[in-house]
């Protein structure tokens, strides 16, 4: 019996197409697997060809936010002392709160002195905002750092904001502590305990913005006096 080509065509023409679609979910699975090991590497590793969106120079100790945004890691930390004191700096790229930053895995590895400090620095921010009660007793642990930055914070003449609030609920706490302890060797002068502590805060906030104020002055005056004894002729 003779065949034709008409006849065998269609046959291989399914058989073709049946081990294509065989294979082609193969093939898939590997170009989403490698597509995944890029995006990746991409998410462990700063962009190529990019610069530190703050400093505008290359990566120095690379970290990325949980945004996705990628900082030196110094940079952003610096933004954050002047930023924020018990929260989270926002992203200077997306405003969104950087909560966790991953620095890149590379740098686990490296024995500088001063990438080890911007990593301890890096771990000791992600241990502060981590949520929930370690969040809470990490920031307790870390309170003399945060009245610390509260208070430079303050005395700085360029930022408006004076932590009124968070002050005056501190000296409310100083008060009931005062009072439950039942001590008496603060004069009132008629004035309840609470409202002795309550005008003793303010006046501590406008004494350190006073202070800041002068301190800025004076570094000022160096400033100017250093330029001038530069441009003297020798």
């Not at 990628?70 to 989270?88: F, H, T």
């Not at 007793?137 to 904001?161: A, C, F, G, S």
């Not at 603060?186 to 303010?202: E, H, K, L, N, S």
Request: charged share 25%.
């Amino acid at each position: 019996m003779e065949v034709t080509a008409d006849e065998v065509l269609p046959e291989v023409n399914a058989t073709a197409a049946e081990f294509l679609d065989q294979n082609e979910p193969a093939e898939e699975e590997q170009m989403e697997r490698d597509n995944g090991g890029e995006r990746k590497r991409e998410r462990e590793t700063p962009p190529e060809d990019d610069c530190c969106p703050i400093c505008f120079s290359s990566f120095t100790v690379p970290c990325r936010g949980n945004c996705g945004h990628w900082y030196c890691g110094s940079c952003i930390l610096q933004y954050w002392n002047y930023a924020a004191v018990s929260k989270p700096c926002k992203c200077p790229m997306c405003v969104r709160h950087i909560t966790t930053l991953s620095p890149e895995a590379s740098l686990q590895e490296r024995q500088e002195q001063e990438v080890k400090e911007v990593l301890a620095k890096i771990r000791r921010y992600n241990r502060l905002f981590v949520g929930g009660l370690t969040g809470f007793l990490q920031k307790l642990k870390e309170l003399p750092l945060l009245i610390k930055r509260m208070v430079w914070r303050m005395m700085d003449p360029d930022t408006n904001t004076l932590y009124f609030h968070e002050v005056r609920i501190f000296a409310m706490l100083m008060s009931t502590l005062y009072t439950a302890a039942e001590f008496s060797f603060i004069p009132t002068g008629g004035f309840r305990i609470v409202t002795v502590f309550d005008y003793c805060a303010i006046a501590m906030i406008l004494i350190l913005r006073v202070v800041g104020i002068y301190r800025r002055r004076r570094l000022a005056q160096r400033v100017r006096h250093i330029a001038a004894a530069e441009l003297e002729p020798e």
